[in-house]
Structure formats: structure tokens, C-alpha cells
């Protein structure tokens, strides 16, 4: 399993004081080739590397003695590429709020006052380019070396890229490319457009759709992760590049479902708790473990943030340690109605000792926290961690599902028939029979982006879901605190797109800021 393998760093690629996005020299002791001499399964070892950029902050326990942080200069719990992800896809929205307030939390989560010096965004855009720059440094390596699983590990290093740049693209729109052909050296030069980004993400997924295998080790990228980000990028694609290809993501979310032997798991709650490396959904994760893969910026950070121990019995999650962070609006729990008689088991949400209502998003008592992500075992008590063995469902076969219904809503072909059965058979899930049920005529725009956030909230998708739903910028939904009004208010259409960070600005002068943004 990956995650036995990510404190095996056998090239030392660490310490940075400011990522910008196109220095890529690392910081190399050997040559691959000198390590596969005396290690075989040296190459695995930096993979494993790479794989550890979703989840880790660099190497050691965070805040430990022997912790060393990929980038110096910032609090290495808080740069972690998932946490970065999630802060600024679900604390923006009518997900969730937190109530910490702390060094630019506020203005994520009123959506307001965004500013290029906010240390989020920082993190996010230099997390990214980080991890492209070892990854891009690996696919040289790689490629010069003697390696029998050479073409393997390099479809899977440009998987991982290409990850990043979809991130990178869905939240700042036209970034840098830089790969393996800029070298080891830097390069400045302007932003490529956001429908070049999506072009080289498209041709990056094409070109390795062969030769990633279908079944891989539990935590590596396989095919259908990589027709999963195809179909990720074809249903956004009105929104990045201003066509549609609602088509192709039909056809690669059916081949997600078709040509995989993932299948929903028939527990919801399990997907999310602390075995569920176990899960049959999960197509594509960022592991944890409490032992060997901590870290402050995975499924600790949700857990622990979701716990009150004044309100909250925490060790019946599987927790030592709770942070009073997270809590989700009523604009997420009210589209499940009355939750005291709700069957819809996707209704996880603690209700005792908080009000239904978030008069005051800095108040934990206001919100309903999340008991959606768990550290408890579905099989049994796990005992109580400070961190969390629960890994991240980054891609789960249910999305896929729902990626067919709204491909197909949006004119992409397919089948009414089948566009129903896959919805029916999350609800029969949720549900525990046939009482949720839809037919045809309740396939609306509507329903679809309710439904996105009854399946999948908590898990990172809701600004972008928003954003391609016109839902996000502007006054036309409102969720509470949206603008940082009680009541929600509209906010700029420009805040669809992030701001560049400063830093990074300041690292490349050719780099332009995203439009109704001041440096």
C-alpha cells in the first residue's frame, strides 16, 4: 500500500522558502540510477514521494523535532495540498463555515474582501507548483534511468501533474505550464490561457489512458482515475474554456462505471470513516493513516475541525483531540428537510447543543457540525487518535454516477433510463429502499445541484459544482454569510476565479493578475 511507502524519501527534494511557479530545481544527493544500484525499489520509494505532496506537509510528525516542511516559511500544517483544496472549495460556499477567523479564514468564509495577500491562496498556488516541480524533476529521472516499470511510473508522475493543473485551473484559471522540457533550470514567461491549461491537461490524460493499468496498488492513480479527470475536465468545460463537451463526459463517466470493477459500497457512512481503505467506491484517494501518514491537512483537518468536546462525545468518533472549526449552514442540511425524520442516511450532521440557524458563524454552538468523516471504524471501535486514519474519497464512483445524470441533462446523449437508475441508486442507498426514488421529470437543474450536495458535500466539489450551475457569484442564490451578511448577499462575478497570490506575482513580473483584482 502507498502509504507504507511514503516516509521512504530516497532523494532529497525539500526546502524552498517561496514556491513561484516556474523554478524547478531540485535539490538531488544521487542520481536515480546510483539508488536503483543499491535500492530496487528505489523509484517506488520517490513515488511514493510524490504521492505524499496530496497529504503531507514534507517529512516528520507536524510539530515534531524532526519535521521538515517542503516550504519553509509557513505553517507547514496549513500547506497541505488537500487542506488548501478543501478550505477554498467548501468554506466559500453554502457548505460550511469555520469559525476560527485566523490570517485570511474570514474572508474565505464570508466569500468577501479576497485579496492577493491572503496566505490561502498562497498556499494553494504554491503546494501546486511545488509538487510539479518534483514531479516534473521525477519524469526526467525516470526516463534517463534503468527502470523496468519506467513507463508506469511515469504515467502515473503525469496523472499526478496533471492533477495539479486542474486544480490550479479550476480555481485561478490561465496559470504557467511548465514540464519536463523546461529542464531543471526556471523559466519566466506569461500565463498560458485557461484553454490551453485545459488542452494540456486533455492531451496529458489521452497520452497515458494505455498505459495505466486498470488495477493498481490501493492509493496509485489506475485508468479509471484518469478517465474519472477526463470526465471531471469535459463536464466543466463550458465554464474553462467556453464550449461544451457535455458528450465526452458522459462517455468517460460511463467508462468509469463500466470498464472499472468499482461499485458503491452499500454503507454511505463507511466510505468516510477510518477503514474505509477497505471501500469498493473509492477510485482514487488521499491516504492517511495515524501512524505512518500524519498530518494536519487530510482528514485530520476535517475531523478534528468538526469536533466540540463541549457538545460532542468526540471519543465516539474515534478522536482525542477536537478543534471547534467546521460547522455546516442550513442551506446544506435544510435540503434534507426535517433531519429528526429524514431516511436519508446522508443526513450526518450533529444537532444536539447547536441551533438550526448560523446567526453567528464565529459561535461553534451555531451550524450543525458534520459527522460524515469519522476516524471510528465501520468495523469496529478503532480506539481514540489524535490523527485520523480515515482516507480522502478525492474520486468515489458515485460522482461518476452523478456525472452521467447532469452529462446527459446538458444534452450529451445517453440514456433517460440509465441517467435514472444511477441516481436511484445512490437514493436506494441513502434511503434503504425505494422510497427516494425519482423518475425522469425530476431530473431538473435544480434537483441536480441539490442532489451534488447531498451526495458529495464535505468532499471538495461544491464552488466548482456552484460555478458551473451559475450559482456562485452574483445574487441569484444566497446561502447564510455569503458576502459576510447574515442573510447572504451578492458577491463580484470575478470571484469566480481566484486571486494570484503575491508572491507569486512578484516571482514572475510577466505573470498578470486575474481581472477586478488589485496587486
Known amino acids: ?28 544527493e544521487q542520481s536515480l540510477d546510483n539508488l536503483l544500484d543499491s535500492d530496487p525499489n528505489a523509484t517506488l520509494g520517490i513515488l511514493g514521494k510524490l504521492y505524499g505532496g496530496l497529504a503531507l506537509h514534507g517529512i516528520g510528525i507536524p510539530g515534531g523535532d524532526n519535521q521538515q516542511a517542503d516550504i519553509a516559511g509557513d505553517d507547514p500544517g496549513e500547506t497541505v495540498f488537500f487542506r488548501s483544496m478543501w478550505n477554498m472549495q467548501e468554506l466559500t460556499t453554502d457548505i460550511a463555515k469555520n469559525r476560527w477567523g485566523d490570517g485570511g479564514l474570514d474572508p474565505l468564509t464570508t466569500a468577501s474582501d479576497w485579496s492577493p495577500t491572503n496566505k490561502f491562496f498562497g498556499y494553494l498556488y504554491n503546494r501546486s507548483y511545488f509538487n510539479i516541480a518534483q514531479t516534473n524533476n521525477f519524469i526526467l529521472d525516470v526516463q534517463k534511468a534503468d527502470e523496468p516499470e519506467a513507463e508506469l511510473f511515469v504515467a502515473e508522475a ?29 523559466v519566466r514567461r506569461p500565463k498560458n490561457t485557461r484553454t490551453e491549461v485545459f488542452e494540456f491537461i486533455e492531451s496529458e490524460l489521452l497520452a497515458i489512458e494505455e498505459s495505466i493499468i486498470a488495477v493498481n496498488e490501493y492509493g496509485r492513480a489506475n485508468k479509471a482515475a484518469v478517465h474519472f479527470l477526463l470526465a471531471k475536465i469535459y463536464l466543466n468545460a463550458e465554464v474553462y474554456t467556453g464550449t461544451g463537451r457535455y458528450a465526452d463526459a458522459l462517455t468517460y463517466s460511463e467508462k468509469v462505471i463500466a470498464e472499472s470493477s468499482f461499485t458503491l459500497d452499500d454503507d454511505y457512512q463507511s466510505i468516510f470513516q477510518g477503514d474505509n481503505h477497505t471501500s469498493t467506491e473509492i477510485i482514487f484517494p488521499i491516504v492517511a493513516d495515524r501512524n505512518s501518514v500524519q498530518s494536519f491537512g487530510t482528514s485530520t483537518y476535517l475531523t478534528n475541525g468538526s469536533l466540540g468536546d463541549t457538545t460532542m462525545p468526540i471519543s465516539e468518533f474515534g478522536n482525542s483531540e477536537s ?13 434534507f428537510g426535517d433531519l429528526e425524520t429524514t431516511n436519508d442516511g446522508r443526513a450526518l450532521f450533529w444537532t444536539e447543543g447547536h441551533t438550526y440557524e448560523m446567526t453567528d458563524y464565529r459561535t461553534w454552538e451555531n451550524g450543525y457540525p458534520t459527522i460524515k468523516f469519522q476516524n471510528q471504524y465501520a468495523t469496529g471501535n478503532s480506539g481514540e487518535s489524535n490523527f485520523s486514519d480515515t482516507d480522502i474519497p478525492l474520486f468515489r464512483l458515485s460522482d461518476a454516477y452523478l456525472m452521467y445524470a447532469e452529462a446527459f441533462f446538458r444534452g450529451g446523449g445517453g440514456s433517460a433510463t440509465q441517467a435514472v437508475d444511477y441516481i436511484n441508486a445512490l437514493r436506494q442507498r441513502a434511503f434503504g429502499d425505494t422510497s427516494g426514488n425519482i423518475v425522469e421529470a425530476d431530473i431538473t437543474e435544480q434537483f441536480l445541484i441539490d442532489e451534488r450536495a447531498r451526495e458529495l458535500y464535505y468532499e471538495g466539489h461544491r464552488r466548482q459544482d456552484l460555478i458551473r450551475f451559475n450559482r456562485f457569484t452574483g445574487g441569484g442564490y444566497l446561502w447564510p454569510w455569503k458576502g459576510n451578511v447574515l442573510e447572504g448577499t451578492a458577491i463580484p462575478e470575478h470571484y469566480n476565479l481566484f486571486p494570484f497570490p503575491l508572491e507569486a506575482l512578484q516571482a514572475n513580473p510577466l505573470l498578470e493578475q486575474n481581472p477586478g483584482y488589485t496587486n
Open 323 to 335: 478543534w471547534f472549526g467546521h460547522r455546516c449552514t442550513p442551506a446544506v442540511y435544510g435540503l
Open 158 to 186: 503525469r496523472f499526478l501533474r496533471a492533477l495539479y493543473y486542474y486544480y490550479l485551473m479550476d480555481m485561478f484559471g490561465g496559470v504557467v505550464i511548465v514540464t519536463e522540457d523546461d529542464g531543471v533550470t526556471g
Open 1 to 28: 500500500m502507498i502509504k507504507n511507502i511514503l516516509f521512504t524519501i530516497l532523494a532529497v527534494t525539500l526546502l524552498v522558502s517561496c514556491t513561484d511557479d516556474l523554478d524547478t530545481e531540485p535539490r538531488i
